[in-house]
């Protein structure tokens, strides 16, 4: 499945060919279409559970749930996206509103389909278990569990656009660039051999290397791929059998086949396929923004609440702000 040929539900594409996500996003193309198609997805899916979470009080609060929870998120998004827009911007990020948000969305999508996916466990707990303080923990991780599995969709996605080059800053991606394009020289560097000995020559490219004379244990120097010179220990056992030469063919005692690369002796350390690259910082700031829009969000959830409706008071469509999300869970769970 491309992104040509999108599916009728967005939730079944991001799940199905989420690397086709990755790489619209990455291009900017449709950004605006795929940006809606989540947005309304994601206003239906936490609407319709929203309103299994008020049916808990009574119709009414299930109509007032059903249209605070998708407002919940989407308050939370414009509070918090221009802090992860600024942040990219600062740290020299190449991304575009449009890709942030795009991103953000996805996250959202994701938690809101999960969340409604729980719906019927919700409602099934509400008919055969009518606790309050059971029905609001039962609620709270699910959607918990839901937003960590949306946000993890955003950090991948944040890792494909890093892939790309879209994290580090310009002149960054400009200097990688040019040494990707303009390979260092590799010089050939005879062997170290014991004073007295008759060095061999050094072949020349496009003639016939031939088999080069060095004592076991005689300090070898190789050249690297940067043009840095190292020495290592010729080994006292060499192959038995080098490029050109018929199978079960042997060398000279004490010397080295054309081409044969003298190894380090192994330190122990474990052994890494290129230089180790460091994280970008706006990969760093994303985990720092996903703390903040979980208190964020936590505290505006806080403020917005009733969602679920004590039975054992009127219906409000607001309360008053005292305490807040954190010392009500565990009250919540102390009482149970």
């Not at 800053?169 to 062997?191: G, H, I, L, R």
């Not at 014991?194 to 244990?217: K, L, M, R, S």
Request: with cysteine.
């Amino acid at each position: 499945m491309s992104g040509d040929r999108p599916s009728p539900l967005v939730i079944e594409r991001i799940l199905r060919d989420r690397e086709g996500i990755w790489q619209q996003i990455v291009a900017e193309r449709d950004l605006n279409a795929l940006t809606g198609r989540m947005l309304a997805s994601s206003a239906i899916a936490l609407a319709c559970y929203g309103a299994v979470l008020g049916f808990f009080h009574s119709p009414l609060m299930a109509l007032t749930s059903a249209l605070k929870l998708p407002l919940l998120f989407l308050v939370t998004l414009a509070i918090c996206l221009p802090t992860l827009y600024l942040f990219n911007l600062v740290f020299g990020a190449r991304l575009s509103v449009r890709q942030s948000l795009a991103l953000v969305m996805v996250a959202i999508t994701v938690t809101s389909m999960l969340a409604v996916a729980f719906a019927p466990i919700s409602l099934f707990f509400l008919i055969t278990a009518n606790d309050y303080g059971f029905f609001k923990l039962l609620n709270v991780s699910i959607l918990t569990l839901s937003a960590l599995v949306g946000l993890r969709f955003l950090t991948s996605g944040m890792q494909v656009l890093n892939d790309h080059g879209l994290l580090a800053p310009e002149a960054a991606n400009a200097k990688v660039d040019e040494q990707v394009s303009t390979p260092a020289p590799v010089q050939a560097v005879p062997a170290a051999v014991p004073a007295g000995a008759t060095p061999a020559a050094v072949p020349v490219a496009g003639q016939t290397a031939e088999p080069v004379a060095v004592p076991a244990g005689a300090a070898v120097a190789e050249s690297t791929a940067n043009g840095a010179v190292t020495t290592a220990t010729a080994p006292a056992q060499v192959p038995t059998q080098w490029a050109g030469q018929p199978a079960g063919a042997s060398l000279p005692p004490g010397t080295l086949p054309p081409g044969y690369v003298a190894q380090r002796p192994w330190d122990g350390r474990p052994v890494r396929r290129g230089e180790p690259t460091q994280r970008p910082a706006s990969m760093t700031l994303l985990y720092i923004w996903i703390l903040l829009f979980g208190f964020v969000g936590t505290q505006l959830a806080w403020t917005l609440r009733p969602f679920f409706g004590d039975p054992g008071q009127d219906f409000a469509f607001f309360r008053s702000i005292d305490g807040n999300f954190y010392a009500e869970i565990l009250r919540t769970i102390a009482n149970l």
